[in-house]
């Protein structure tokens, strides 16, 4: 918490350290109430610069020895968070013991506890709140340490790196750890509980040996096999795609409760929040098993995008985080299918991502100015930054990007560097200028791209005529053309692509059919086209841009039913109906024959995989409709959509039913991608045919209580609360809760099934589950699922007419802003988009806001966001 205005820090300012910590010996005792940690570092001068700034936070300094000798007061200066040692020479031994209180620290940074045990969470600042340290990554260091605890009650004592030795002494617990690889504090991590593990083996490309941990409470052990073998393909894969190795005797996972995020790279010893790692097929949905696949691989690929090549500064945060998703993305591609893949990553990009980019808390993948590091891991910094990297792997080809990668890796090794080295080592491999590039790293906003297309048909040429803009954005105005890749095809009246051959053939590549879109505005043709094509732009979504094109409706239907490039194919049907739901909100709404003729072709074309049938036929979301708007009204929009989802149920209820009852089969529940695929389909076809008919409604219900996994009993529970009556949404409810009330993970999903309901996700029924015995406020799982459901998908109540959801919402922020910053300020993100709203809501959220700000003492985190938003 605190007093005075928080002040910005700017990439600007950079200076490389003073010292270096060659070597960190740390020691943990753990008590109950408190704990001492005693450090030893090794420093080593780095330049000329004689002072070596130590940050610390909520620390208790007991003692510190300079090179043997104790220091008082009088030796050193004490600034906000840091401690300063002046007048240093070329190398020194520097020794310090802290008292820190993990039993009290709510904000889950640092040194804490969750149920029984101690976890850490170090990225990005938390390391200065265990002992005083140069807390910045470009500061790596080999770690050795060692940990003393109550041998009874914590029997697994663990920290990155190797294990060194074991003991027991007076029913102390010691362990020593060393990480042999030198990394930055933020990846320090450390564990003790009395857990269970659940072991595996992988044998590495050169046939080195690895030994997979998995650390979980006794309860879930049996929740802990998909994640090893997604690990295991996750090593495999990195191997053969990346050429990348593992590089110590044992790779650990833990799962804890209580994490702000998703998970954590810390190497070696890998720290994931429960609900990212745990499942088995009764208590876990689909989309859970395929979130724990990705988030698995993630964190394991950091290993290298990330661990081995750091960040020198946090602005270089995208280095790390771009890279490391668009290298997920990948490998979740190859697990499953490509093309759903791109359609959920596209989806994320352009209703989250796109929001962030056209509000206040726009910024660039590489920002240049923060308050506070933690509000910066955004969906800019991670999916818009994954985009980009993509972006490159379109211009430099399969091929050139290895080598890029490659060189990259092997250049920088063991070293904390900048996003500028990533895009210099692809220029070096590949021999081309990236300087326009570069740009994409430094703009903030979303690009808009306008296209008009001309034929002559008696020329048999098709021009087109490209123009881009990027809009300004806070702080940045005047921005400059960028290089887009623009994948493409050129559609005959067969449904066939024809070949695509541009008179500028320096700005085509013919391999991956991109047109390299570098000016204002540029104009292109293509001779010997013989016959009127329909143009399918941005393939693949081959960049993160708004498309300003008008196809007809014909067009669209056409590309729904023909377009080469599933991802096309599926944005020309979302296209169309969005075009839907804005007649119904003009009270225009009445499908065509058309269009049923095209919706019937889809869900009867059992070629296609059925998760692409599934993506084809669900509407846009409110979030996605609303973010096509320059202003929206979020009512008007749901009861648009609810008419045609209506009109979309009823018209096809006979197709859905059979499509349901052709997939309902029976058999042993596999997290595999067809089944997956198949049940996709199926609970989607339930959803509608229940919408439709009180028919739909009763296979629900028998779907409900006789699944034998999650995602059937969750998309049965789902159904009877969007479309049974309050009696039996209600004791749907109840049963489930019944059933699972032992099962946090599993409670969670009740509560985020009510909260983000556009039917009982009132204000009110919030209020009253804040008080349910499920519910705690210091669990960010929790929070997450109550309070994030409700304003981020409950729409219609979150923005009612009486401005109660936002009072909820801000009343909550204030109450986390003492306990939680972090959770505090992420929850904040729906008020942020107040400019958007229509006027009404839009004045009663910026009051919200300001009731926030006039709250007083406010953590950095919500301070920044508030503040920034009240612009
Ligand atoms: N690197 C962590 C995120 C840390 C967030 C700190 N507030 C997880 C990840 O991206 O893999
Ligand atoms: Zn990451």
Not at 36 to 51: A, C, F, I, P, R
Not at 223 to 246: C, H, I, N, P, Q
Not at 578 to 607: C, M, P, S
Not at 839 to 850: D, I
Request: glycine fraction near 6%; include cysteine.
């Amino acid at each position: 918490m605190r007093d005075a205005q928080p002040k910005a820090i700017q990439l600007a300012d950079y200076r490389a350290p003073a010292y270096e910590v060659t070597d960190t010996h740390l020691r943990f005792e753990l008590h109950d109430g408190y704990t001492l940690v005693h450090s030893n570092l090794s420093l080593k001068q780095n330049g000329d610069e004689t002072e070596l700034l130590l940050n610390g936070q909520d620390l208790e300094l007991i003692s510190i020895k300079l090179d043997g000798k104790l220091l008082s007061e009088a030796d050193y200066t004490t600034a906000e968070e840091a401690l300063i040692l002046s007048g240093l020479g070329a190398s020194h031994t520097l020794e310090m013991t802290t008292r820190i209180y993990p039993e009290k620290n709510t904000a889950l940074e640092g040194l804490y506890r969750s149920g029984g045990m101690y976890c850490t969470q170090c990225e990005a600042e938390g390391f200065r709140r265990i002992t005083y340290y140069p807390d910045r990554p470009d500061v790596m260091s080999v770690f050795t340490t060692e940990i003393i605890a109550d041998a009874a009650r914590y029997p697994v004592l663990l920290s990155n790196g190797n294990p060194v030795s074991e003991k027991i002494e007076d029913g102390k617990k010691h362990v020593v750890w060393h990480d042999p690889h030198k990394k930055p504090a933020y990846l320090f991590a450390l564990v003790a509980g009395d857990l269970q593990v659940r072991d595996d083996h992988f044998t590495t490309c050169s046939g080195r040996e690895v030994l997979l941990r998995i650390f979980v409470e006794p309860q879930n052990v049996d929740k802990t096999e998909y994640a090893l073998d997604a690990l295991k393909r996750s090593m495999r894969w990195d191997e053969e795609v990346y050429g990348r190795e593992y590089d110590l005797d044992i790779f650990m996972i833990v799962a804890v409760d209580d994490f702000n995020m998703g998970a954590m790279e810390n190497k070696g010893l890998n720290i994931f929040n429960s609900s990212c790692v745990l499942a088995n097929p009764a208590t876990a949905t689909d989309a859970a098993y395929q979130r724990i696949e990705a988030i698995v691989a993630h964190e394991y690929f950091h290993n290298w995008s990330g661990n081995r090549v750091t960040c020198r500064d946090w602005f270089q945060l995208s280095l790390k985080e771009g890279f490391t998703v668009f290298r997920d993305a990948g490998f979740s591609a190859d697990m499953n299918s490509a093309t759903v893949k791109r359609i959920e990553d596209a989806t994320m990009l352009r209703t989250v991502q796109f929001a962030e980019d056209g509000g206040p808390m726009a910024h660039p993948v590489q920002p240049d100015s923060y308050i506070e590091i933690s509000n910066f891991y955004t969906v800019t910094i991670y999916e818009k930054g994954a985009e980009v990297v993509g972006m490159l792997h379109k211009i430099l080809g399969e091929e050139g990007f290895r080598k890029g990668s490659d060189l990259y890796f092997e250049r920088h090794d063991g070293q904390a560097v900048t996003i500028n080295e990533f895009v210099q080592a692809m220029e070096d491999a590949n021999d081309v200028d990236l300087t326009q590039f570069r740009l994409w790293y430094k703009q903030s906003g979303t690009p808009v791209v306008e296209v008009l297309t001309q034929y002559d048909h008696a020329a048999e040429r098709l021009t087109l005529n490209l123009r881009q803009y990027t809009p300004d954005t806070p702080g940045q105005t005047d921005k400059k053309p960028l290089w887009i890749p623009v994948q493409l095809g050129l559609i005959g009246h067969d449904g066939e692509d024809m070949e695509v051959r541009p008179d500028q053939p320096d700005f085509w590549t013919e391999d991956s059919q991109v047109l390299h879109f570098r000016e204002a505005e540029q104009t292109f043709s293509f001779g010997g086209v013989v016959e009127e094509p329909v143009v399918s732009l941005f393939r693949d979504f081959s960049a993160p841009v708004r498309i300003h094109y008008q196809h007809s409706q014909s067009a669209l239907r056409f590309m729904l039913q023909h377009d080469s490039d599933g991802f096309n194919r599926w944005d020309a049907g979302q296209q169309l109906m969005l075009h839907w739901i804005e007649l119904a909100e003009k009270g225009r709404f009445k499908f065509t024959q058309d269009d049923i003729d095209a919706l019937h072709t889809v869900i009867n074309d059992v070629e296609l995989d059925p998760a692409m049938v599934a993506y084809l036929l669900a509407l846009p979301s409110e979030s996605y409709i609303a973010e096509s708007r320059p202003q929206y009204d979020p009512v008007a929009i749901h009861k648009a959509r609810e008419q045609v989802m209506a009109a979309l149920a009823d018209t096809l209820s006979d197709d859905f039913k059979a499509c349901y009852q052709r997939l309902n089969v029976s058999g042993d529940y596999q997290p595999v991608p067809e089944d997956m695929a198949r049940r996709s389909l199926k609970n989607l076809a339930l959803s509608y045919w229940a919408k439709a008919d009180a028919e739909g409604v009763e296979a629900a219900r028998l779907q409900f209580s006789s699944a034998d996994n999650m995602t059937d009993q969750m998309a049965a529970l789902r159904t009877l609360v969007a479309h049974g009556n309050q009696a039996e949404a209600e004791q749907a409810l109840a049963e489930f809760y019944t059933q699972w009330q032992q099962d946090s993970l599993v409670v969670n999903q009740w509560l985020t099934v009510q909260c983000g309901s556009s039917k009982l996700g009132t204000p009110a029924h919030i209020r009253q589950l804040l008080e349910h015995e499920a519910f705690d406020w210091r669990n960010p799982n929790k929070v997450r699922s109550v309070i994030g459901a409700f304003a981020n998908q409950a729409l219609c109540h979150f923005h009612g007419a009486d401005g109660e959801g936002y009072k909820l919402l801000a009343d909550a922020v204030t109450r986390l802003n003492e306990s939680n910053p972090q959770i505090a300020s992420r929850l904040l993100t729906p008020l942020t988009r107040w400019k958007r709203l229509v006027p009404n809501q839009s004045q009663m959220m910026k009051s919200e806001l300001q009731r926030i700000m006039d709250h007083g003492s406010l953590s950095k985190d919500v301070y920044e966001v508030v503040s920034k938003s009240l612009m």
